[in-house]
């Protein structure tokens, strides 16, 4: 029973080009979450999703930044022309129901560096 | 808006003695807390958790405390042991259904 699966591990970018971060949620979790972990910060709440929904965007950068999970295939977070601030470790999250007690499941993440 | 805090970056323990980590929160809402520890290059993982209508959770060598009235969480490790070493992240739920999370402590347990 594979956990929470992202890919890639490590993404290097140039400004200005695309990052596609994918997620792969634990087998039975419709519900995936996107946070971003800064240098020497916490992790922040990027945006929370059900198949083919976006639950909360609250998160989400107001430009270059977008996240879907399609009914078919993992979670993307597509950012557009990236910038250095983008460089982060990003990751996802899934639950089988809304979070509860035992919180969520996180994979291992994506560390974006934009060069 | 940091709606959760940990105000220690870093936190030294002798192995065999007690780690307490501390938390504090600004939203009354909150419904559950809960603790994640997390290595270097891994995802967070699942500690413990506490409901708000509970003061206490212990679950082995783990035992979580909320005083609702702070507003104040703290995570007891006893003993502490060097596989312990790690950052530990304080996260708490809203009715939104999304975690907030505090920005960690690094506890180093000494051997």
Known sequence: NAGVMQNPRHLVRRRGQEARLRCSPMKGHSHVYWYRQLPEEGLKFMVYLQKENIIDESGMPKERFSAEFPKEGPSILRIQQVVRGDSAAYFCASSPTPPGIYGYTFGSGTRLTVV | ?111
């Open chain 2, 1 to 111: 808006d940091q709606q959760v805090k940990q105000n220690s970056p870093s936190l030294s323990v002798q192995e065999g003695r007690i780690s307490i980590l501390n938390c504090d929160y600004t939203n009354s809402m909150f419904d559950y807390f809960l603790w994640y520890k997390k290595y270097p290059a891994e995802g967070p993982t699942f500690l413990i958790s506490i409901s708000s209508i509970k003061d206490k959770n212990e679950d082995g060598r783990f035992t979580v405390f909320l005083n609702k009235s702070a507003k104040h969480l703290s995570l007891h490790i006893v003993p502490s042991q060097p596989g312990d070493s790690a950052v530990y992240f304080c996260a708490a739920r809203n009715t939104g259904n999304q975690f907030y999370f505090g920005t960690g402590t690094s506890l180093t347990v000494i051997p």
